[in-house]
């Protein structure tokens, strides 16, 4: 039984051994002291090394005078290497551990301490201190002999360990009592700012940062090439950034990958970019090192761009290998942050590395948004790069799988060339562009006389001679909302096949919705592609959240675009109509907002007879939105006293989509295709000139253009019918019904195709008037409100498709508006 007994206790004690031989437990003091074979090798202070034969093991004992009759085992090992390895450094490095403790330590308390040591065997006593947060011992001779030790694997001092896990207290102890220096580097270069600079709190930066100004090491480069604040960039530490600007760091100091705010932007991080920006607007323009590429080009998303857009980044920055953002945008195929570039007036055309245009980069990668995007902002399929590459044949040669047949019949379909490889007898220079004409007699010739009409200002009127002008020239836009950006895509190739702006081209202007503030806008002068771009940038700002949206966005944009205080009458050429809807009378009745004096001014309105109206203009020319003045009786204002914003504002208050303009809803009730209307307001204006003797003032209507928005495709409808119903199958039919006939009924009120085309054309056929209408048909319906950047670029691609279609027909109207 004693042998049992003996066999059970070696089992016991061999399998505590091999579970965990280090774990620190009490053991009786007596069974080391009483002999039974085992023998003391070492002392080191409190700690010894015991040989036990019984336990074929090795054991460290750590006493304590506070309980004389019980030790700590500190391991026990069954390997005498490993005791005689590690003795020495429990003996030396618990020593402040013991002597320092206020009261007698506990097996839970000293675990964490030997781990610790047994984990990093090359940390020193106050390395092990700040570790495991026992501060007792920091005030220690030995240990504060140790705080700006970096010896070992890492380098690191105590503080840079304290900075690791946050601990401020710690922190502040170091440095306030045990003088921890700030500026001491580990192996990888990094102060303790920079490990400070990794923590979700800002606490510990602040607190490093407040010793002095500027802080030690605030601006030291690691060996990976960052500062503290290049770290903080990186993780997205809005706060720390703040607190080091705020302490003196540079935002100027270069490292590995840039400055500061290329980290931010190579990692998307906003809050910290506005940070940096704010403290130094000038790291704008900041280049990196390897490519000199400023921020918009390590531009990721359509926010970071945005963000150094609306700060007055340049999208027109070159690179050292002569980029532009959108080049490298393009490279990386990031099509939202492309379109930002694009819809902010990046250069699509620009020529970079090896002359390779955006679109040659976009063809390689066989990216179908990135090419109709493209090519929808105005990129020439035709331009060569330095090897006499156009887009067409860059398609042609590496376009592959299913994408190449549908890319290259696009392609053909907006009349792109040279989509063939040049034979090998051809060398490469064949396909440039070749070189322009030598100047002639004639062509010198030609510009004296247009020097010389250039000259007789008195005698033109915006661009066109008065006195060759034959007829009077209707320019008509239909509403649609976003889809204003057809009526635009429309005038730009109008533009470019005439060679003169829109507002030289016509006379009269008119528009209803998102076509008046087209209308409004080409009155005063914006240009198309400046237009195009406003548009794709308003639909982020108007349309957010849900319908109906928020009308103080929309009236900010249009009082932006046009002015807070310019009225309808500051610009007289060409003479614009707008159309809205008077809805504070039943049956509603169409308005139109002119530059001009309306025609017939005595006569009285329709409806005077039966009800008595707040006249249409308030003093200095203000339309009240929410205060209705009963009785009022001032004298009527012109009409060209308007407010531009307002008479926009009006046009566009759609139901449902925008809250009403006072009184005023959206034209497009009435009137979403004005071309009657136009010509029915033209036809008052010059019976007016007749009944008042100036015959000789007015001319002919010779040409119409009506624009449209688009026709969505047509589409079956199961059921109009609406009755009462009489079980649940019958009830959903009856709201299937209703919801088509809704769609129906306001479909049919806000048509601008179809019936009001014929008898638009019909008239101008009895008048032997030039007509023309220009609207494309799309694939899918496209809403008013859409936002997404790849359903409009498509839709204006299925525009720019339709436009080729109808390029004979463009031709003949711009050589008719030219004659005039």
């Not at 964490?112 to 106050?126: E, G, Q």
């Not at 009269?508 to 794709?536: D, E």
Request: include cysteine.
């Amino acid at each position: 039984m004693e042998f049992l007994g003996r066999l059970v206790g070696t089992l016991s004690s061999v399998s505590t051994l091999f579970s965990n031989p280090y774990r620190v437990r009490d053991v009786p003091l007596s069974e080391y002291r009483s002999g039974g074979g085992r023998t003391q090798l070492q002392v080191e202070g409190r700690v010894q090394l015991y040989r036990n034969p019984p336990a074929h093991s090795w054991d460290c004992l750590l006493t304590c005078p506070d309980t004389p009759g019980t030790a700590l085992r500190l391991f026990q090992v069954t390997s005498e290497e490993d005791a005689r390895n590690w003795f020495p450094q429990y003996g030396l490095k618990l020593r402040p551990f013991y002597e320092s403790a206020r009261a007698p330590l506990r097996p839970e308390t000293l675990q964490p301490i030997v781990d610790c040591l047994r984990n990093h065997p090359d940390w020193s006593s106050a390395h092990i201190a700040v570790e495991t947060g026992v501060r007792d011992c920091l005030h220690n001779n030995y240990v504060m002999s140790q705080i700006n030790n970096h010896d070992g694997v890492e380098g690191r001092t105590p503080l840079h360990l304290a900075c690791c896990h946050g601990d401020v207290g710690l922190v502040r102890e170091l440095l306030e009592e045990c003088g921890a220096r700030l500026d001491i580097t580990d192996r990888q270069g990094e102060t303790p700012l920079h490990c400070a600079a990794r923590l979700d709190t800002a606490a510990v930066t602040e607190l490093l940062c407040s010793c002095s100004r500027p802080s030690p090491g605030l601006d030291t480069v690691s060996v990976a090439g960052e500062t503290a604040l290049h770290v903080a960039c990186r993780l997205g530490k809005a706060e720390t950034v703040q607190v080091l600007l705020g302490c003196g760091a540079r935002c100027d100091v270069m490292g590995g990958h840039g400055y500061p705010i290329h980290t931010a932007m190579k990692y998307s991080e906003k809050s910290c970019a506005e940070a940096i920006l704010g403290a130094d607007p000038t790291q704008l323009q900041s280049e990196d090192p390897v490519y000199g590429g400023t921020p918009l080009h390590w531009a990721k998303t359509a926010e970071m761009c945005r963000l150094l857009l609306d700060r007055g980044g340049s999208v027109n920055a070159l690179s050292r290998t002569a980029d532009t953002p959108l080049h490298v945008l393009v490279h990386r195929c990031r099509f939202e942050a492309a379109m930002v570039l694009l819809t902010h007036g990046a250069p699509a055309n620009a020529q970079g590395q090896h002359g390779d245009t955006p679109l040659h980069l976009a063809m390689k990668l066989d990216h179908m948004e990135l090419i109709k995007a493209l090519i929808v902002f105005g990129a020439d399929v035709e331009t060569p790069n330095d090897l006499g590459e156009t887009p067409g044949l860059i398609a042609a040669r590496t376009s592959k799988g299913p994408n190449r047949k549908v890319l290259l019949s696009m392609l053909c379909s907006i009349g792109a060339e040279h989509c063939h490889p040049p034979s090998p007898a051809t060398p490469p220079q064949i396909l440039k562009r070749p070189p322009p004409p030598p100047i002639g007699f004639d062509d010198i010739m030609h510009v004296a006389a247009t020097l010389g009409a250039l000259t007789q200002g008195k005698h033109q009127v915006d661009g066109l001679h008065a006195e060759n002008r034959k007829c009077e020239r209707l320019l008509c836009l239909d509403g649609g909302g976003i889809k204003g950006l057809v009526l635009i895509q429309l005038l730009i190739a109008l533009e470019h096949v005439a060679g003169r702006p829109i507002r030289e081209l016509f006379d009269w202007v008119s528009g209803t919705s998102t076509g008046g503030i087209l209308a409004l806008a080409i009155v005063h002068g914006k240009s198309m592609a400046y237009l195009r771009c406003l548009y794709f940038r308003m639909k982020d700002e108007v349309f957010r959240g849900s319908r109906p949206y928020e009308s103080a966005p929309l009236e900010e944009f249009l009082k932006r675009e046009f002015g807070e205080h310019t009225r309808m009458g500051d610009v007289t050429h060409p003479k614009v109509m707008v159309t809205s809807v008077l809805a504070d009378r039943h049956p509603a009745e169409l308005h139109l907002f002119r530059n001009y004096d309306p025609p017939d001014p005595g006569r009285s309105p329709p409806y005077a007879r039966t009800a008595d109206f707040q006249p249409l203009t308030l003093p200095h020319g203000e339309l009240d939105e929410d205060v209705v003045i009963v009785g009022y009786t001032a004298p009527l204002k012109h009409a060209e006293e308007q407010l531009v914003w307002r008479a926009a504002r009006s046009s566009g208050a759609a139901p449902t989509y925008f809250r009403p303009m006072g009184r005023f809803l959206d034209g497009g009730l009435l009137a979403n295709n004005p071309t009657l209307d136009a010509i029915t307001e033209i036809h008052r204006c010059h019976r007016s000139l007749r009944e008042q003797g100036q015959e000789g003032h007015k001319q002919k209507l010779g040409v119409v253009v009506s624009l449209g928005t688009g026709r969505p495709p047509q589409v079956p409808v199961t059921s109009v019918d609406v009755f009462r119903p009489s079980n649940p199958l019958e009830l959903a039919k009856s709201f299937m019904g209703a919801k088509e006939l809704g769609k129906m009924l306001v479909d049919c009120c806000t048509d601008s195709d179809g019936c009001a085309v014929d008898r638009a054309r019909a008239w101008c056929e009895m008048t032997d008037t030039a007509y023309y209408r220009l609207s494309p048909q799309f694939s899918v319906e496209v809403l008013l409100d859409e936002v997404s950047d790849a359903v409009l670029v498509n839709m204006l691609w299925e525009t720019q498709l339709y436009l080729y279609q109808q390029r004979e027909q463009l031709h003949s109207l711009a050589q008719l508006l030219l004659q005039g």
